[in-house]
T-cell receptor, first 115, second 114 residues
Framework: DAKTTQPPSMDCAEGRAANLPCNHS???????VYWYRQIHSQGPQYIIH???NNETNEMASLIITEDRKSSTLILPHATLRDTAVYYC????????????????FGGGTRVLVKP | DTGVSQNPRHKITKRGQNVTFRCDPI?????LYWYRQTLGQGPEFLTY????????KSRLLSDRFSAERPKGSFSTLEIQRTEQGDSAMYLC????????????FGPGTRLTVT
């Protein structure tokens, strides 16, 4: 699976948008970009995923560049509860096939939302 | 609450003892994953089940580790002759595999080996 590069940490002001970058320059055509986050002492939580189009859900927006070599996760109005480690992961889609889809976590970005 | 439960939440054991953890995934999910997370690191993949079949194991899964999913529902992870290096958070995740590929994680079992 392709590797990802994220900044180790970033601060964000409460109520402002948080933009989390991720580089995945070796991504393959069949690999999706997934974002998970992990709040302290909890299991990782799925946020959003995309292939090449921008995606939005109730938690966040995902912007993927046209060449798919990088992406940005946007938390539109950060709250204190968004303080967590955010992981950007690329993985192929093996829907319905027996081959597993293990997640390969990097170091992530530690986001601190400040009042 | 993701619908994935793990027990116990915390386990303290002495070196050399055996421990067993349990994971109950979301009932309709046929895929189940185990990960291990040490302090300050991201989770690392250990093993994967499709229904009751264990289809992939990481090199991290030494001979002292064994995992089962006997009826394709709950899963157990056993560590024999625990070592201090086994101290970590053990996470379980379930995935539909047919309708979606999001993995839903349990709260984890934190193991401390003294």
């Amino acid at each position: 699976d392709a590797k990802t590069t994220q900044p180790p940490s970033m601060d964000c002001a409460e109520g402002r948008a948080a933009n989390l970058p991720c580089n995945h320059s070796t991504i393959s055509g069949n690999e999706y970009v997934y974002w998970y986050r992990q709040i302290h002492s909890q299991g990782p939580q799925y946020i959003i995923h995309g292939l090449k189009n921008n995606e939005t859900n109730e938690m966040a927006s995902l912007i993927i560049t046209e060449d798919r070599k990088s992406s940005t996760l946007i938390l539109p109005h950060a709250t204190l509860r968004d303080t967590a480690v955010y992981y950007c992961i690329v993985r192929p889609s093996r829907l319905g096939r027996a081959a597993g889809n293990k997640l390969t976590f990097g170091g992530g970005t530690r986001v601190l939302v400040k009042p | 609450d993701t619908g994935v439960s793990q027990n116990p939440r915390h386990k303290i054991t002495k070196r050399g003892q055996n421990v067993t953890f349990r994971c109950d995934p979301i009932s309709e999910h046929n895929r189940l994953y185990w990960y291990r997370q040490t302090l300050g690191q991201g989770p690392e993949f250990l093993t994967y089940f499709q229904n009751e079949a264990q289809l992939e194991k990481s090199r991290l899964l030494s001979d002292r580790f064994s995992a089962e999913r006997p009826k394709g529902s709950f899963s157990t992870l056993e560590i024999q002759r625990t070592e201090q290096g086994d101290s970590a958070m053990y996470l379980c995740a379930s995935e539909s595999g047919t309708s979606s590929l999001e993995q839903y994680f349990g709260p984890g079992t934190r193991l401390t080996v003294t």
